[in-house]
């Protein structure tokens, strides 16, 4: 038997917006104040990144980002152009997420949890492809909020605005 991937349905905004909010939970868990909107575009595509699940496992929330980049080099081969690619996926899910009231745009361009919220159990209808996703979103969040600033992840990132 011959399993198909269905890319198209793991980046339409409403899983998106489901990553993307399972990255603020855990975010907003470490830094109530919300994450800059810039690392909705840094971690979404991060954890979508087929490639790269291979290097959350074995990790937890106490890894911490430095330690994942250390164990990962291949992390920021080509982050910059993974980033770009991916405006088109990130952007209409932070829309889709402010629209469902799932996500909150602050006026300060902090990006929070909503009224609305996502049900626990969704990630056990997943796939296990889909919730690992889910799982890297979160473990992301909580390692981007105890990296500290925005700047200083895209540092750590080697990155630069």
């Known amino acids: ?20 909010a399972e990255f603020l939970k855990a975010f907003t868990e470490v830094d109530e104040t919300g994450a800059d909107l810039p690392l909705a575009y840094l971690a979404l595509p991060i954890a979508l990144s087929d490639d790269l699940a291979g290097s959350f496992e074995g990790t ?8 994942w980049l250390e164990r990962t080099p291949q992390m920021s081969v080509a982050l910059a152009e993974r ?7 990130v952007t209409p899910a932070v829309r889709y997420g402010c629209f469902a009231q799932l996500l909150v745009l602050g006026p300060d361009g902090r990006i929070r949890l909503g009224s609305t919220k996502v049900r626990g159990t969704a990630i056990t209808k997943l796939d296990t492809i889909s919730a690992g996703v889910i799982r890297r979103a979160g473990r992301l969040g909580t390692w ?17 605005v």
Not at 60 to 67: C, E, F, H
Not at 83 to 89: D, K, P, Q, T, Y
């Open 144 to 160: 981007f909020a105890m990296a500290g600033s925005t700047r200083n992840i895209f540092g750590i990132l080697g990155l630069t």
């Open 83 to 89: 980033v770009n690619a991916s405006l088109e996926i």
């Open 60 to 67: 937890n929330k106490k890894t911490g980002l430095l330690q």
């Open 1 to 20: 038997m011959i399993l198909a991937h269905d890319l198209y349905a793991e980046t339409n905004p409403a899983f998106c917006t489901y990553a993307l």
